[in-house]
């Protein structure tokens, strides 16, 4: 239309012609930058985009510098860890709020409480997390197997595992599980201990998830459990030792088949010690073990057969 006129618009506020830029390499415009792209003002030329820095966020506070990224994403929450947490008595800067201020986030606590989960599949997420979180917590687990824990927890309700099942049982099992593919050794024993549910459920959880998920899991050996059982006894590393390589010739032979790998490596220290004249009783070892003595005394003739002494 003549004599009409055109009149430059933008979305971004930052938008500036930079003076002394290189011209446009098209028509030798003036370019124009903002946070996004340099773009030509003359034919519209985009020479460069994507200016933003996706790097951390340095700030300076105090004497030194800080990188204000946020806390990482982790499999242990249901949410991932982006959920908001409102304090408690103080502000971002330590001060005292007033009561009135406090009555307030009292209020706002409760009301984020309850619209934290969009269904119940969320509220039993959570509710599985946490109970796999305090389990580990209770046995001293890495946090390695914490974190696969809480994933196989999530693919077994992804696949509807959890109906018709605790969610307790299915968390113990989810860690059972973990220290099973990460050979760690944990019996299920332990995990009943601190999972607040029957062994057996936790059992039958356990043969559920290996089944329906093919779990890589290998088979329990008496050596894994030489390290543990001889913390609980206080025996010396040499002792220790000889009853690793005690029960690894014993494995070997194929005489620990079938049998239960800790009352085996219970009767492999007891042998060794002994033997080294650091005398130990059956029943101190066997309640290290949480075996019987019966089961201490029957590997013990098994292993006299294999290295008389």
């Known amino acids: 239309m ?26 030798n415009g003036r370019v124009r930058t903002n946070e996004i792209e340099t773009v030509c003002k003359n034919c519209g030329l985009i020479i460069d ?15 030194g510098g800080r990188k204000r990224t946020g806390a990482p994403l982790t499999v242990a929450r249901h949410d991932r860890g982006l959920s908001t947490r409102i304090g408690r008595g103080t502000d971002a800067n ?25 269904s119940k599949a969320d509220r039993n997420l959570a509710h599985g997390l946490g109970e796999i979180r305090r389990i580990s917590s209770s046995l001293s687990l890495a946090k390695t197997v914490r974190n696969q824990a809480c994933q196989l927890f999530r693919t077994a309700q992804n ?41 057996s459920r936790v059992s039958t959880s356990y043969k559920t998830l290996n089944t329906e998920l093919g779990l890589p899991t290998q088979p329990v050996t008496p050596s894994e459990f030489i390290p543990r059982v001889a913390s609980e006894l206080g025996v010396s590393n040499q002792i ?11 494995e070997s032979v194929g005489v620990t088949t079938g049998v239960r790998p800790s009352g085996f490596a219970a009767a492999c220290l007891y042998k060794t010690a002994n033997k080294d004249d650091h005398r130990l009783t059956q029943e101190t070892v066997a309640d290290a073990a949480n075996v019987s003595r019966a089961t201490v005394r029957t590997h013990r003739d098994t292993l006299d057969e294999l290295d008389p002494v």
């Open 159 to 199: 696949e509807d595992l959890l109906k018709g099942r605790s969610i307790e049982a299915m968390a113990g099992a989810s860690v059972y599980a973990a220290c099973r593919c990460d050979g760690y050794s944990r019996t299920l024993e332990d995990i009943a201990k601190v999972a607040r549910v029957e062994q």
């Open 240 to 250: 220790r030792f000889r009853a690793q390589q005690l029960a690894e010739k014993a």
């Open 94 to 118: 330590g001060k005292q709020l007033s009561g009135r201020k406090r009555l307030q986030l009292g209020r706002l606590r409760r009301e984020h409480s309850r619209g934290r989960f969009q």
């Open 2 to 27: 003549a004599g009409s006129e055109i009149y430059e618009t933008s979305f971004d506020e930052d938008a500036q012609t930079i003076p002394g830029s290189s011209p446009c390499p098209e028509c």
């Open 49 to 63: 985009e994507q200016r933003i820095d996706h790097g951390p966020e340095w700030s300076m506070y105090d004497d």
